[in-house]
């Protein structure tokens, strides 16, 4: 009777569990029959398992369910799981820890950064708004921008040429307001069934720009919603392939006008009009002037104005307030033209020098480059300046070439936070641009640097070639320069691959070097020196500054690293007894010597990280302990920054080092591998494996 009591408290416990996931406080049913279950992450269902568990002990749920049982026994009753669990139900004991719990509470008065809010699409028909069926629980303090996707059209072009993709997903990544949201997959397809919603919260307070009365708050914020759409592969290759950037009030205003217009027509459900406008998105880089597709949406502001709005005045604002950018945007212009016509009378070799106001992100769209930066908070998920170094240097480099310009070799793009994390790879302008960003978010004095950097020709001459790199100064006057693609670091006077600078910027500040001499070991770094550096009037940068929307946050990784460690480690292990095999060897593994070689796969990324090496002393004696006299040790180091393992091993195999561990000849052969797996943020993961082997030599 105690087994049974148990197994029926654990199946309680388990029925706790799915009505948490599927039935949070105040939902209504239909709302519960339309939420999708597979939204919580595992590290949440874990999360909310150890909360009930925590619950249940300290609470009588204990003595509740054995006297539920006891009666059920006493009475005869069917003792099934599905009976209990409805008996259970009825006597409220589910519905009790659920409310103990205070889910809803915990989540209003969390201050971690957190995404968006998801739920299904609004109804698509004019004469529905949102209702009790639809609405989520808001906080009525506080307003939302709810914005739905119900499909998408004309996606023709949206799959790898020449390669078979037919498995292949696209996604919707959302960002508003300092909040992110990455949607469900769905398949590559011309009709792709983007069908969900979003929920941001709209800030606190938000800015009038025109001295004009808004006929409603929400108008103030003119922070425009941005789209970026991917494409997914199965082995993981992820590629942008559209941007957009929604003017949310616009589309908001027409849904209030055609609902108001549904309504005084007394039109139903049935009339045939919709709430959703259809919006075309455009390619990125070098496709930007191309239309990429078609999505339908819907955005609504929540909860709705009080008293019907005056719809043309409301646009006549935004029509005015798209003026004021405008003419901010044509002045500014006017004073770079100026300014630029002055620095280049200042020397004739100027018109040479790596100098850059503008460029042009990944939608085609030219800005001062001081808008591509803001502070970046990382929040917890990055500890310091060398592990957001560390973070950035994860995502893989990539080079989108030109199209029909060879002598280019490149699209000139950078690319804006949310659309290079979204992607997660991109040239070294995008790595120095988001570490620049992190480094000013950890209150950092930092610039991004352009310049030229020394490096290997194809030849094996040496070059150089134009380059970025971060640069930070210290309150004790020491100056740091940092590799994006590599974390390294380097002292200014000391050794490194830089050799000129040219300009340095950050997001409020643009200093011109005007030096006889732009060699880092002759120039100086006196930035705010005139008789060294040409800086940009504050004011003018200030003015375009007012319009830059709040960057992204980061989101975590959701890669368990001692899961994908095993997973890993028990795929390579195939592989290489399956090659032995081939090669008529037989393979016997050392679980001890594969947990002596793991301490040096933390030092390897500990270094990597910090630049602190430790560990070294303990590992070789650990080595020498381990291995018998006679005895050879062979051991090989492998580091990736994915987890596929098929592509790892093909990779290893093809290094002769790592050949010789794997078909390794001799008496008593032992194999060992370890897989350590390092997650930082988005989808960035440092892999380190090692490759050992331990045998004794026959001559």
Not at 172 to 181: A, D, I, K, P, Y
Not at 364 to 384: E, K, N, W, Y
Not at 525 to 551: C, H, Q, T, V, Y
Not at 570 to 588: N, P, W
């Amino acid at each position: 009777k105690g087994y049974n009591f148990h197994l029926f408290l654990f199946s309680s416990l388990s029925l706790i569990l799915e009505f948490v996931k599927s039935e949070p406080p105040n939902r209504t049913q239909t709302q519960r029959a339309s939420m999708d279950k597979e939204q919580l992450p595992a590290e949440r269902v874990e999360g909310l398992r150890q909360l009930i568990h925590s619950q249940v002990n300290r609470s009588d749920v204990h003595a509740k369910v054995r006297a539920v049982i006891s009666e059920m026994i006493s009475k005869g009753e069917d003792l099934s799981e599905s009976h209990i669990q409805h008996v259970l139900r009825e006597r409220g004991i589910v519905e009790e820890v659920v409310n103990s719990l205070g889910l809803h509470e915990r989540e209003q008065a969390s201050s971690l950064t957190r995404a968006a809010l998801h739920y299904p699409p609004a109804p698509a028909a004019a004469a529905q708004p949102l209702d009790a069926h639809t609405l989520p629980p808001l906080n009525l303090s506080k307003r939302y921008v709810y914005v739905s996707f119900h499909g998408g059209r004309a996606f023709i072009d949206t799959r790898r040429h020449g390669e078979g993709t037919d498995d292949a997903t696209l996604a919707l990544n959302v960002s508003f307001s300092g909040q992110r949201f990455r949607g469900r997959h769905v398949a590559c397809a011309a009709e792709p069934a983007f069908v969900e919603g979003f929920l941001f919260e709209l800030p606190a307070t938000v800015a009038v720009t025109l001295g004009t009365s808004l006929p409603d708050p929400f108008l103030g914020c003119a922070e425009p919603l941005h789209i970026a759409i991917t494409r997914h592969e199965p082995d993981g290759d992820v590629a942008l392939i559209a941007c957009h950037h929604l003017d949310w009030r616009a589309h908001a205003l027409r849904g209030l006008e055609i609902a108001s217009t549904a309504a005084a027509t007394g039109a139903g459900s049935g009339a045939g009009a919709t709430s959703y406008q259809a919006i075309e998105v455009m390619g990125v880089g070098s496709s930007s002037s191309l239309p990429a597709g078609v999505l339908n949406v819907r955005v609504d502001v929540l909860p709705g104005p009080p008293a019907a709005i005056d719809i043309a005045m409301a646009r006549s604002y935004l029509t005015l307030e798209r003026a004021r950018v405008v003419d901010t945007e044509r002045i500014f212009l006017v004073y770079a033209r100026q300014w630029w016509s002055e620095f280049l009378e200042m020397r004739p070799g100027h018109q040479h020098r790596l100098v850059k106001i503008f460029a042009n992100d990944e939608s085609g769209i030219s800005h001062c480059v001081c808008a591509f930066l803001q502070p970046l908070s990382a929040g917890r998920l990055l500890d310091t300046p060398r592990h957001a170094a560390r973070f950035v240097s994860l995502l893989p480099y990539e080079r989108l070439p030109a199209i029909g310009d060879a002598a280019a070799g490149r699209v000139d793009m950078w690319s804006h936070a949310h659309a290079f994390l979204t992607r997660g790879r991109g040239d070294v302008e995008d790595h120095t641009l988001l570490l620049t960003s992190l480094l000013l978010g950890f209150g950092l004095d930092a610039f991004m640097c352009l310049g030229t950097k020394l490096t290997t020709a194809a030849d094996g001459r040496a070059a150089l070639t134009a380059h970025t790199w971060a640069c930070s100064f210290g309150a004790d006057g020491s100056i740091v320069f940092w590799e994006s693609l590599t974390a390294e670091r380097f002292l200014h006077r000391s050794e490194h691959p830089f050799r000129t600078i040219d300009c340095m910027f950050n997001h409020h500040l643009f200093f011109a070097n005007i030096q006889p001499s732009t060699s880092l070991g002759e120039c100086s770094l006196e930035l705010r020196n005139e008789r060294f550096w040409k800086s940009m009037s504050a004011d003018a940068l200030s003015g375009l500054s007012r319009a830059r929307a709040p960057p992204p946050p980061l989101l975590p990784c959701l890669v368990d690293p001692a899961v994908a460690a095993f997973e890993l480690e028990r795929e390579l292990k195939g592989y290489i007894t399956d090659s032995r095999a081939e090669a008529g060897l037989g393979t016997a593994w050392d679980t001890n010597l594969a947990h002596i070689v793991q301490q040096a796969l933390h030092a390897y990324e500990l270094q990597r990280c910090t630049g602190v090496v430790a560990g070294n002393e303990e590992f070789q004696a650990a080595i020498k302990h381990s291995i018998p006299p006679g005895y050879t040790f062979k051991g090989y180091p492998a580091h990736f920054l994915h987890l596929n393992g098929f592509k790892i091993f093909n990779a290893c195999r093809t290094v002769t080092a790592c050949s010789e561990i794997v078909f390794a000849r001799g008496d008593q052969v032992t194999h060992a591998i370890r897989v350590r797996v390092f997650p930082y943020a988005e989808r960035a993961v440092a892999v380190w494996i090692m490759f050992a082997v331990s045998f004794r030599s026959i001559l």
